[in-house]
């Protein structure tokens, strides 16, 4: 259930809001009364979601970090920014390149760097802002396989954290969202050659022995960004299924 007026008069700005859990959350931002900008690598394939909901597409590839700034900056004042543009990639570790262990940091943390630093100095002068911070449950627990995922997952958790001890009084909130595993296309072409046992054990490794719906993260965000989580900041909210349950 929505309330078409929590978030309006509100613009938000999403990264990689094209499909799954990213198209949810711009789906249910905009239901919510926000406007809302979101990023897509090809905006072509993310003119759907945009249409669908009256939301705006920018074309934005967020390891160009230079571009990822500039971008906010133009398009906003924002007053919730919501960095969901995220990659894993199941490799051990010591079969990681560096030229990989880069990339998915510039996808994962350092994307989040450019954009906050664009979005908040427009906050702090309004004395208002929610930063939402996708990260993963890996983030918290560490990821067989997974190792630099879940290291960059965990720099978005304490990052967030510090952003949210500089700026409390100063108006604005900051908050992550680690998910679970969520029932995504992506998850999906992930998990081919496991196919459905691997699709099992991911849903038996949460407390609720299921996958998680982009919808489900999409309402943790509209909770986060809406005047109900005012008092809520520097957290971490596990939408997994208890997966991080004592992480």
Not at 153 to 158: F, H, P, W, Y
């Amino acid at each position: 259930m929505t309330d078409s007026s929590r978030l309006r008069g509100k613009r938000a700005f999403v990264t990689a809001g094209s499909t799954g859990i990213g198209a949810a959350i711009v789906r249910r931002l905009t239901a919510e009364g926000a406007a809302v900008v979101f990023s897509a690598e090809d905006a072509a394939a993310a003119r759907s979601t945009a249409a669908a909901c009256g939301a705006r597409v920018v074309p934005l590839d967020v390891t160009d970090l230079a571009a990822a700034h500039r971008t906010v900056t133009e398009e906003g004042p924002f007053d919730i920014l919501v960095n969901n543009a995220g990659m894993d990639q199941h490799e051990f570790f010591t079969h990681t390149s560096i030229e990989q262990w880069r990339h998915l940091l510039a996808v994962n943390l350092e994307a989040v760097f450019a954009t906050t630093h664009a979005a908040l100095p427009p906050m702090q002068a309004a004395a208002y802002g929610r930063l939402i911070n996708i990260a993963s449950e890996a983030g918290r627990m560490g990821s067989r396989g997974g190792a630099v995922y879940a290291a960059a997952k965990g720099g978005v958790i304490a990052f967030t954290k510090s952003i949210a001890r500089e700026n409390g009084r100063k108006g604005i909130t900051a908050n992550v969202i680690a998910p679970g595993p969520v029932d995504t296309p992506l998850l999906r072409r992930g998990v081919e050659v496991g196919g459905e046992k691997l699709l099992a054990a991911l849903s038996a490794a949460t407390l609720l022995n299921r996958l998680g719906t982009p919808d489900e993260v999409a309402a943790a965000v509209a909770f986060l960004a809406g005047e109900e989580a005012a008092f809520i900041t520097g957290e971490t909210l596990g939408v997994s299924g208890g997966m991080g349950c004592g992480a």
